[in-house]
């Protein structure tokens, strides 16, 4: 679910007054965070409305999407445990998604034939339909948000977003957009 953002963000003068009543204010931090903030949002709103217009959440296409060899192209079943594990959320959310994706026929249950105590989570034929209807859209919306930037805008935010979140550089980003060796 999208935050509560402000519209209009404040003004810098705005974050420079509130640092003469707290000087241990950062306020180009504040701004750069702010901005942040609302540029996710709106990731996020555009995503969801899409979604929206294909009878879809972000966390059903998610969940779908652990089910989904993307290498391959094919389903590949998944414990719900394990779907927990990859989305970063609780059991009790994967069971809430993984009940209305199966009721809608997206997904089904089944016995582990290993071991009939493990349950797991199967892509349906139709489940693999829409994600095949779904995705080039979803991409195509993705594209155009980024469009705006260069492909040097793109891999510099990449970078930059990472380090916020403290985690390193995508190697397979840096590594595809290098020249090679001896070649100017």
């Keep these: 679910m999208p935050m509560l953002m402000l519209k209009d963000l404040p003004r810098y003068e705005c974050l420079l007054e509130v640092v003469r009543r707290h000087p241990d204010l950062d306020p ?16 996020y709103r555009r995503s969801e409305s899409f979604f929206n217009e294909h009878n879809m959440s972000p966390g059903r296409f998610t969940l779908m999407m652990l089910l989904y060899d993307k290498i391959e192209g094919h389903p590949i079943p998944q414990t719900p445990a394990d779907l927990a594990d990859m989305a970063g959320v609780t059991r009790a959310t994967i069971t809430g998604l993984v ?12 016995h582990d ?31 155009a948000q980024m ?38």
Excluded: W
């Design 28 to 43: 180009s931090a504040c701004e750069a965070y702010l901005n942040l903030l609302r540029a996710g949002d709106e990731a």
């Design 99 to 110: 009940d209305t994706l199966e009721r809608d026929g997206l997904v089904t249950r089944e």
């Design 113 to 143: 034939s290993g071991d009939r105590r493990m349950m797991l989570i199967h892509l349906t034929p139709k489940g693999h339909s829409t994600l095949q209807d779904v995705l080039p859209g979803h991409f195509k919306q993705m594209a």
């Design 147 to 184: 469009a705006p930037l260069s492909e040097h805008e793109r891999r510099t935010l990449v970078r930059l977003l990472n380090k916020i979140a403290g985690e390193p550089a995508a190697p397979h980003i840096e590594a595809r957009h290098q020249s090679p060796v001896g070649s100017s």
